[in-house]
């Protein structure tokens, strides 16, 4: 995946993960081995605020499907914040959005946890 930045933060027991950029077709899991690192360190409710994601192709989504499945298989949740109108299309077209939660505020979506 290519990224201009993942930066992560604290608010209670959440951790926010910002990303920022293209999610598109590379050799690196920059935002799986982001999340692996994070459950290493016990923080298992993880929030991807994707508001700095304009493009994602299916590779990109299949590393946030497979962040997903990474944290719940941890005993965690992972959860969506602020997507784009085309990802919430995809997310819809393919299902996902029954699977994953997306909430429109990253405040609701902390709460929701």
Same mark, same amino acid.
């Given at each position: 995946m290519q990224w201009t930045e993942i930066n992560d933060r604290l608010t209670g027991e959440v951790t926010i993960i910002d990303l920022a950029g293209h999610m598109t077709l590379c050799e690196d899991k920059p @935002?799986?081995?982001? @999340?692996? !690192? $994070? $459950? !290493? !360190?016990?923080r298992v409710k993880i929030l991807f605020n994707l508001n700095g994601v304009p493009y994602i192709d299916s590779p990109g989504l299949g /590393?946030? @499907?497979s962040s997903y499945t990474t944290v719940v298989r941890r005993g965690g949740a992972l959860k969506l914040? %602020?997507?784009? %109108? *085309?990802? *919430?299309a995809l997310l819809e077209t393919t299902r996902l959005i029954g699977v994953l /939660? @997306?909430?429109d505020a990253e405040e609701e979506a902390v709460?929701?946890?």
């Open positions: @935002v799986l081995d982001k @999340v692996k !690192q $994070l $459950l !290493q !360190q016990h /590393e946030i @499907v914040c %602020r997507v784009s %109108r *085309r990802l *919430r /939660e @997306v909430f709460a929701s946890f």
